[in-house]
């Protein structure tokens, strides 16, 4: 390969959606993030890197710097680890569903396992105690074996640590996952991932395996920088923890439905409780921890939401920021970067630049709505407590309750779904997982709203 080519870099607006009305990154904002790309690829030693920025939904600017004609963004790459977020998605799609539990034992739908008494939480969040690699060779770098080889091929000296005593990161942890999945539903997790994920949210261009273009991935020597082309095998039963390809185009929109999930895909409760913190990975200095399926990282007020991948040849990086509906995907064709940093210190670096300079995200068009049923609609409009006004309405689309406390300008609203007739769970904020019971008078009308002993009522004049 020549002399590296200067970065080369263009605003992307994938068609359909909102994407004419999806404004473009400030000019200074698209220099820096070019420039941090190129500094990644001339420092990191790759032959080439590439990174995408997600606004409102969609990708709104690309960049790529490589040792040759840049990657454009429809070219694949290897997503790695990545993977075992839309595997943790799947999982709890099932849970909604009523498919299985979080607390349900691994032997609940896997039998014959020494390992069979972990649990399914525990196995997204990698406190399960789990050994990080399955038995046999290095299977990033080598053709996997099948579900029942993998499952026969478990020990008890698999478990080094107690459940939910540490974290682990465990690949083989969500080899198991996809096991789970597959038992629980009869389909295979490609089947799953393709059709209830990838055709939904129409990302073509993310397959199982490679399919051209795509980027060579390599090994670069660390004293004369020759390339060694790495393999790249069919992970078998551990593909649930990495084997997906993808591209910057397609990351993008995955990236858009992390930092905001479309209710029918997955309820606003449940992305809520995926990014919610279930272990901290670095107790002394609490920056970076794990959700169920996604990693966290804290910079400074912030916290940022994703996941990094790695398999031989390449690197890959997702990482959102949800209060503002921004993200950032990378992808370098190299098994290590060199000099300043990882793939997921370029990721934060790209995300900090593009928070930094920009405005806040344009808020989401209002729609009209649709009335709520019957039941609900005598619940809506206002509500006292202790002097403190509320309103009540319906979301369409989740569905669900929401109570907005009106006396805390920007305050977000309690969720609450259905439960029974006039029984209602909170699903988020300071009322996650407390009921909310209707009172009603004697001729069935709704008079107060009682949510663990505090009572709202239709006046601040009816209040005790």
Same mark, same amino acid.
């Given at each position: 390969?020549?002399?590296?080519?200067?970065?080369?870099?263009?605003?992307?607006?994938?068609?359909?959606?909102?994407?004419?009305?999806?404004?473009?990154?400030?000019?200074?904002?698209?220099?820096?993030?070019?420039?941090?790309?190129?500094?990644?690829?001339?420092?990191?030693?790759?032959?080439?890197?590439?990174?995408?920025?997600?606004?409102?939904?969609?990708?709104?600017?690309?960049?790529?710097? /490589?040792?040759?004609?840049?990657?454009?963004?429809?070219?694949?790459?290897?997503?790695?680890?990545?993977?075992?977020?839309?595997?943790?998605?799947?999982?709890?799609?099932?849970?909604?569903?009523?498919?299985?539990?979080?607390?349900?034992?691994?032997?609940?739908?896997?039998?014959?396992?020494?390992? =069979?008494?972990?649990?399914?939480?525990?196995?997204?969040?990698?406190?399960?105690?789990?050994?990080?690699?399955?038995? =046999? *060779?290095?299977?990033?770098?080598?053709?996997?074996?099948?579900?029942?080889?993998?499952?026969?091929?478990?020990?008890? *000296?698999?478990?080094?640590?107690?459940?939910?005593?540490?974290?682990?990161?465990?690949?083989?942890?969500?080899?198991?996952?996809?096991?789970?999945?597959?038992?629980?539903?009869?389909?295979?997790?490609?089947?799953?991932?393709?059709?209830?994920?990838?055709?939904?949210?129409?990302?073509?261009?993310?397959?199982?395996?490679?399919?051209?273009?795509?980027?060579?991935?390599?090994?670069?020597?660390?004293?004369?920088?020759?390339?060694?082309?790495?393999?790249?095998? *069919?992970?078998?039963?551990?593909?649930?923890?990495?084997?997906?390809?993808?591209?910057?185009?397609?990351?993008?929109?995955?990236?858009?439905?992390?930092? *905001?999930?479309?209710?029918?895909?997955? /309820?606003?409760?449940?992305?809520?409780?995926?990014?919610?913190?279930?272990?901290?990975?670095?107790?002394?200095?609490?920056?970076?921890?794990?959700?169920?399926?996604?990693?966290?990282?804290?910079?400074?007020?912030?916290?940022?939401?994703?996941?990094?991948?790695?398999?031989?040849?390449?690197?890959?990086?997702?990482?959102?920021?949800?209060?503002?509906?921004?993200?950032?995907? /990378?992808?370098?064709?190299?098994?290590?970067?060199?000099? &300043?940093?990882?793939?997921?210190?370029?990721?934060?670096?790209?995300?900090?630049?593009?928070?930094?300079?920009?405005?806040?995200?344009?808020?989401? !068009?209002?729609?009209?709505?649709?009335?709520?049923?019957?039941?609900?609609?005598?619940?809506?409009?206002?509500?006292?407590?202790?002097?403190?006004?509320?309103?009540? =309405?319906?979301?369409?689309?989740?569905?669900?309750?929401?109570?907005?406390?009106?006396? &805390?300008?920007?305050?977000?609203?309690?969720?609450?779904?259905?439960?029974?007739?006039?029984?209602?769970?909170?699903?988020?904020?300071?009322?996650?997982?407390?009921?909310?019971?209707?009172?009603?008078?004697?001729?069935?009308?709704?008079?107060?709203?009682?949510?663990?002993?505090?009572?709202?009522?239709?006046?601040?004049?009816?209040? !005790?």
């Amino acid at each position: 390969m020549s002399d590296a080519h200067p970065v080369t870099a263009t605003t992307q607006h994938p068609a359909g959606g909102d994407a004419a009305a999806r404004p473009a990154l400030l000019p200074e904002t698209s220099r820096r993030v070019d420039e941090l790309v190129a500094e990644a690829q001339s420092k990191g030693r790759a032959p080439a890197v590439v990174a995408g920025v997600v606004r409102d939904g969609g990708l709104v600017h690309f960049a790529a710097a /490589a040792d040759g004609p840049p990657p454009g963004p429809d070219v694949q790459f290897r997503i790695g680890s990545i993977s075992k977020t839309l595997t943790a998605v799947l999982a709890l799609q099932l849970r909604d569903e009523g498919a299985l539990s979080l607390e349900d034992p691994l032997s609940r739908h896997v039998a014959g396992t020494p390992v =069979g008494g972990v649990t399914i939480r525990q196995l997204l969040a990698h406190v399960a105690g789990l050994q990080r690699e399955p038995e =046999g *060779d290095w299977w990033e770098r080598c053709a996997g074996t099948d579900i029942e080889t993998m499952i026969k091929q478990l020990t008890p *000296d698999k478990l080094a640590h107690p459940p939910h005593r540490t974290f682990h990161y465990s690949n083989l942890a969500y080899g198991l996952l996809g096991a789970v999945l597959t038992a629980s539903t009869g389909t295979s997790w490609l089947d799953l991932v393709t059709e209830r994920l990838l055709a939904p949210l129409e990302m073509t261009r993310t397959t199982y395996q490679a399919t051209e273009p795509f980027a060579r991935g390599y090994v670069v020597h660390p004293a004369h920088g020759a390339l060694r082309e790495e393999p790249r095998h *069919d992970a078998g039963a551990m593909a649930p923890a990495g084997q997906l390809w993808s591209t910057t185009a397609d990351l993008a929109t995955w990236a858009a439905f992390l930092a *905001d999930p479309a209710p029918d895909l997955l /309820a606003p409760g449940t992305a809520a409780e995926l990014r919610a913190p279930a272990v901290i990975a670095d107790p002394d200095a609490w920056t970076a921890g794990h959700g169920l399926g996604v990693q966290l990282w804290r910079d400074g007020e912030r916290v940022y939401v994703g996941h990094s991948g790695s398999m031989p040849g390449y690197l890959a990086i997702l990482m959102t920021h949800h209060p503002s509906r921004t993200g950032v995907v /990378a992808y370098a064709n190299a098994y290590t970067l060199r000099g &300043n940093g990882s793939i997921v210190g370029l990721g934060r670096r790209l995300l900090t630049a593009v928070l930094d300079s920009e405005p806040a995200a344009r808020p989401k !068009p209002w729609r009209p709505g649709t009335p709520p049923p019957p039941e609900v609609a005598p619940l809506c409009g206002r509500w006292w407590w202790m002097g403190r006004e509320y309103e009540v =309405g319906w979301d369409t689309q989740a569905p669900e309750l929401l109570m907005t406390p009106l006396t &805390n300008p920007g305050a977000k609203p309690w969720r609450f779904t259905p439960e029974g007739p006039d029984r209602w769970r909170g699903r988020s904020g300071e009322n996650d997982g407390e009921i909310l019971a209707v009172r009603r008078d004697p001729h069935g009308t709704p008079v107060a709203l009682d949510i663990a002993t505090f009572i709202f009522h239709r006046s601040p004049d009816e209040e !005790p």
